[in-house]
């Protein structure tokens, strides 16, 4: 018999390893389907599915801070690389017509023991009285602006904590927190899908001729089994390991994600710096708090109090008899409400320049890039290890109905 004749009569068997790879890329496409979709559960009772990352989502977003910001940077280094005379300089936009708002305000406001004296005399006053005083005032603010800062820099533990906001923003936005995994491991995940064809196919062969020979009812939904079985947990445990490069044979073999590692670090950088931990994310998380501004109000007057303080020297019992005890302290009271309602709308001025300091993005890329193998691929393997046996059983049971049928078309 001719090769030709052969393939006539037997062609039915060359689409044994075909079905094989199909099985092999169907049921790894699968398996990636299922750590992310469906975003919430599908289902009756407890009958049904949801993405193996949205199913996790706080856990999750805990292991992605865990495994990135939480073991690299830390909360006390990045805001200590704000420097106070630099945010200053940044905010001097806003400062200087603040210093004018502030003096006017405290004159106005404030009595001489229910009599607006000081009201009368200031408006009365001329324009060469009050540019001087307006300029004392200007010498003056920045020493207390950056008193303040240091205050708040030393107590930000009691105002924000970083590591929770991540986790937060992310388990409360299960689409975001799968957009990261997909966008951090989107070649893996190819890598998994398509290895269903590049292993189920060369597993097809040998079983071709097994089955020519030896064409036993079971022998196909056994091998349909066995190739959705094996092709899944091949993809999943060779996207993470080994962790350090292996030889074998003429091949050097490394998980896919490790060997990505400055890649991955690259993205994460990206990502913390521009949606998750930016200055305006952390700047807002504070101004939402009314513990944190309760606490930045008390530190404002107590600096602006002793400013006050400081600048009466021995004339403060001439200003405290002439105004009365409740006016004087009404003076404090006044500046630290202004400058409350400044701090409640952050200028991009200084915004930028803290993203600036900060540097979120360069840190987090280098150090996570520079992580041993064992610790950044744990980045990735939490979601794999979390139902990992769930979806390589789905991935045999459809190789399994895939054999049956294929039984089925060629007896």
Known sequence: MTATAFLLEHWTLLTIPVISSLVGYTTNWLAVKMMMYPIEFHGTGPVGWQGVIPA??????????????KRVLTQEELISRIEANELIDAMNDRLDPLVEDLVDDVMTQTSNYGIHVSHFFWSASPVWLKT???????RSIPEVVEKIIEDLKGDVDELVDINEIIVEKLGNNKEMLVDVFYQSCKKEFRFIQNSGL???FPLGVPVMFIWHFFPVWWLLPLFGLSVGYITNLLALYLVQKPLNPKRIGPFVIQGSFIKRQKEVSA????LFATK??????????????????AHI???ILKEVNRAVEASQGSFKPITVLSMGPKEY????????????????????HSLAYMDRAMAIEPTVAERVGNLPPEEFYELLHPIIEEDEWKLIAVGAALGLVAGICQWLVLT
């Open 56 to 69: 996790n989502a706080n856990k999750m977003a805990n292991l992605v801070v865990e495994h990135s910001l």
């Open 329 to 348: 302290e009404k003076i404090g009271q006044i500046i630290t409400d202004i400058t409350i309602r400044e701090v409640r709308h952050p200028d991009k």
């Open 267 to 270: 993205f994460y950088g990206e």
């Open 297 to 299: 109000r008390d530190i």
């Open 276 to 293: 998750l931990i930016n200055a305006e994310v952390l700047v807002g998380e504070i101004l939402k708090s009314q513990f944190a501004m």
């Open 198 to 200: 590049y292993f189920g």
């Open 132 to 138: 001087k005083v307006y300029k004392e005032v200007r």
